[in-house]
């Protein structure tokens, strides 16, 4: 209760949703709502030449995957749209309804959105995360002499396969 109190005399309520939505975990690997766009709304698309997919952005992001994204919050794992299709059409339907009664969605939106396919295309398993704060700790810990010293190159010390980081030795 004293962190709340605390909380609203420091930020606004825009901004405390600003970092919740910034750090909450959608399943998948995704931390936050840009990583969770990116990597759970690929869908199939065999006109891209480069990766045969298309996934959304921030910025076009459809009702539909809004919708999906915010269903996944309350059960991540129990309402993945990859293992369990089912239960995450029944949490954005719920999502959309609640939209369109307070007025955020036309019922004609939600009816177009519920007929939308989910995503299809399952993300990578590689979990690394891309942001100026990992760049900057990865720049670091690959220029950081103490890493060669120890006779294996730094990328097998850094990334040496399931068992993550190895610093032992330092």
């Known amino acids: 209760v004293l962190l709340a109190i605390q909380l609203n005399k420091d930020y606004s309520k825009r901004e405390i949703l600003e ?24 869908r199939a698309d065999p006109g891209n030449a480069f990766c045969g ?6 910025e076009t992001l459809s009702i539909a995957d809004a919708a999906m994204l915010a269903g996944l919050i309350q059960s991540p794992e129990s309402a993945n749209p990859f293992l369990h299709p089912d239960k995450t059409l029944e949490r954005r339907s719920f999502v959309l309804s609640r939209m369109v009664e307070e007025g955020y969605i036309t019922q ?16 990578v398993a590689d979990l690394r995360p891309s942001n100026s704060w990992v760049e900057e700790v990865q720049d670091r810990l690959f220029t950081d002499p103490r890493f060669s010293a120890l006779g294996t190159t730094r990328e097998e010390r850094l990334y040496p396969g399931e068992g993550g980081i190895d610093l032992s030795g330092l």
Not at 19 to 42: D, H, I, M, P
Not at 53 to 58: F, K, Q, W
């Open 19 to 42: 970092q919740y939505l910034n750090t909450v975990y959608f399943g998948q690997g995704a931390y936050g709502v840009k990583s969770a766009v990116e990597r759970l709304t690929v």
């Open 53 to 58: 997919c298309r996934g959304s952005t921030l």
């Open 108 to 123: 004609a939106d939600a009816d177009a959105a519920n007929q939308e396919p989910l995503p299809t295309v399952a993300p």
